[in-house]
C-alpha cells in the first residue's frame, strides 16, 4: 500500500505491524486451535491493522499497532428485544488507552465465543 491509500493522508501498514500480526495470529491459533476463528484484516489510517470478529450477537476490535506497545480494544455486545425482534442500541466496552497483551486478546476472544 502507499502513503494516502485512502485518499485522506493514510499512512500504510508498517512491516512492523505486519509482522506483529502475523505473530498474534500465530500465537493465537497455537493457543486455540481449532476452535480459532481467522479475523477480518484491515489497514488503519494510522500505520496500525485492525483485527475483527463479528458475530450475530457481537463484535470484537484488536488494534496491532505500528510498534511494540500492547493491543487496543472494543468489545461490542449487540442486543434486540425477543419479544419485538427490534434491534436496541449496542453496548460498547473499552477503555480508551488501555492496552492488553497477548493473554488479554486470548481472554477477549474467549469472550467472544461465548
Known amino acids: 500500500m502507499e502513503t494516502d491509500w485512502d ?7 508498517t512491516e512492523q505491524s ?4 502475523l505473530d498474534l495470529l500465530n500465537q493465537l ?3 486455540l486451535g481449532m476452535e480459532f476463528d481467522a479475523p477480518f484484516i ?3 489510517p494510522n500505520g496500525s491493522i485492525q483485527l475483527e470478529w ?3 450477537r457481537k463484535r470484537l476490535e484488536i488494534e496491532v499497532p505500528t510498534d511494540d506497545s500492547a ?3 472494543v468489545q461490542v455486545t449487540k442486543s434486540f428485544n425477543p419479544i419485538t425482534m427490534k434491534r436496541q442500541p449496542d453496548h460498547y466496552s ?3 488507552g488501555v492496552k492488553v497483551s ?3 486478546v486470548l481472554e477477549l476472544l474467549r469472550w467472544f465465543r461465548t
Do not use: F, I, K, M
Open 18 to 21: 505486519l509482522q506483529r500480526v
Open 94 to 96: 473499552y477503555d480508551a
Open 71 to 73: 493491543y487496543s480494544y
Open 54 to 56: 463479528e458475530c450475530q
Open 7 to 13: 485518499s485522506y493522508g493514510a499512512a500504510p501498514p
Open 102 to 104: 497477548v493473554a488479554g
Open 29 to 31: 491459533a497455537s493457543s
Open 42 to 44: 484491515a489497514a488503519a
